[in-house]
């Protein structure tokens, strides 16, 4: 079951690069038009829509972020949902390339407070009206919550991806071994595949949207 995670390889070629790369092409290439398929005009609509919900929580000085926040957002839309299909990979299951998309993006959002604001940054450690007591054990905790974020970020994302596909697998693999000797609970059990597939698109979409959200709400308090 856990070979699907697998990273793919061709004559000891890891394939993984190609499987980041190639939804890019699907996308429609920008043209001089003044009248556009509908292809693209979907496309835009999507891309604006997503701008807009990105950008919503932040101010003027964060909108510098939103060609990076989006188009990460379109990049792992896209490799989510194409890793729903059959015999394909989903590179976001992997949890070293979740962190590497994770952990940069974090330490910018981190080192941008600390360059234009660095009594505030490091002020969110220790709250206002805190125990003296309290402080030094109130510092590691803030500390320790700070640090862990891109660790979250990463985790979560391979663990929802993860789940999903297994279930999906478990699921189809139920249905096939009862079709021969238990035909109507193999129909009761491909209706809850039905289901759990349009359960995993939502997820798939949801978890893209979350973890550019967190990047973006951490920018905002830097800045």
């Known amino acids: 079951f856990f070979d699907q995670f697998s990273s793919p390889s061709l004559m000891g070629i890891p394939l993984i690069l190609i499987a980041t790369t190639f939804p890019a092409l699907l996308l429609p290439s920008p043209n001089n038009r003044w009248v556009t398929d509908r292809l693209s005009t979907l496309q835009l609509w999507i891309i604006n829509l997503i701008t807009k919900q990105l950008m919503t929580p932040l101010n003027k000085k964060g909108h510098k972020w939103a060609l990076i926040l989006t188009s990460l957002m379109v990049f792992l839309l896209l490799i989510n949902l194409l890793g729903l299909l059959p015999y394909t990979f989903t590179p976001t299951t992997q949890l070293s390339m979740n962190l590497a998309l994770a952990f940069p993006l974090w330490l910018a959002t981190l080192l941008t407070g600390l360059?234009?604001?660095?009594?505030?940054?490091?002020?969110?450690?220790?709250?206002?009206?805190?125990?003296?007591?309290?402080?030094?054990?109130?510092?590691?905790?803030?500390?320790?919550?700070?640090?862990?974020?891109?660790?979250?970020?990463?985790?979560?994302?391979?663990?929802?991806?993860?789940?999903?596909?297994?279930?999906?697998?478990?699921?189809?693999?139920?249905t096939t071994t009862l079709m021969s000797t238990m035909p109507v609970v193999s129909l009761l059990t491909l209706l809850v595949?039905?289901?759990?597939?349009?359960?995993?698109?939502?997820?798939?979409?949801?978890?893209?949207?979350?973890f550019v959200l967190l990047l973006s709400l951490y920018l905002q308090e830097n800045i």
């Not at 009206?129 to 979250?152: M, V, Y």
């Not at 759990?196 to 979350?210: F, G, H, R, S, W």
């Open 193 to 210: 595949l039905f289901l759990l597939t349009i359960l995993e698109v939502a997820v798939a979409m949801i978890q893209a949207y979350v």
């Open 115 to 174: 360059r234009n604001q660095p009594s505030i940054s490091l002020g969110h450690l220790l709250p206002e009206g805190t125990p003296t007591l309290l402080i030094p054990a109130l510092i590691l905790i803030e500390t320790t919550s700070l640090l862990i974020r891109p660790l979250a970020l990463g985790v979560r994302l391979t663990a929802n991806l993860t789940a999903g596909h297994l279930l999906i697998q478990l699921t189809s693999t139920a």
